[in-house]
């Protein structure tokens, strides 16, 4: 029986963003809505290289394969669509890499590869689409008994002054929340 190897794939800025990430905040790599398509494995993490598909696919053929994983992963980390799809050269050093292996197939399948050329995936998605729980969500058994954490309800934020919890608000745009005018009552 064979056992698949899950990897993560999500957007960062660098592989040294994702590497300085606390331990307790496992899913803000998450929500970057731009930066290189990296993927961790194990706690390897790299960078999808796309040099094998300059050297395989015409070049409709690749735009069409770069835009169609651009949207799947755009999709999966909850964002409505893409807004652009770029090979880069990577700048970083000591960089582990993948190739899509076979890029027509249903599934998009993951190898280790080196990447002489140093092309990588980047791609910018558009917004955050709002009231979709995070597919990185734990399940629990325990049903709603679970405490949430970080990155399971990513619109829900918790209002605090003075170090105590006042309301919840939620997030209705990128630099909007709304909440009740009992929020704010008695304060000056």
Known sequence: MDTATVIMVS??????SVKSQ????PFATRYNNEGFVV???KGTIGKLCTANL???LPGTEMETVLQTAASSLCSLLTYTGVKSVE???DDEEDVQYVHMEDPSATEITFVRA???SKEVMYVRCSELECGVQSLHAKSSSRGLNKMAEP??????VALFKEEVH?????????NWLITTASCFQGND
Do not use: K, M, Q, Y
């Open 114 to 116: 080196p990447c002489p």
């Open 54 to 56: 300059n050297a395989t």
């Open 166 to 174: 006042v309301c919840d608000a939620t997030l209705v745009a990128e």
């Open 87 to 89: 090979v880069r050269i």
């Open 39 to 41: 993927f961790n494995e």
């Open 22 to 25: 606390p331990s307790d905040t």
């Open 11 to 16: 957007l960062a800025p660098s592989i040294r």
């Open 151 to 156: 990155g399971d309800w990513p619109w829900h």
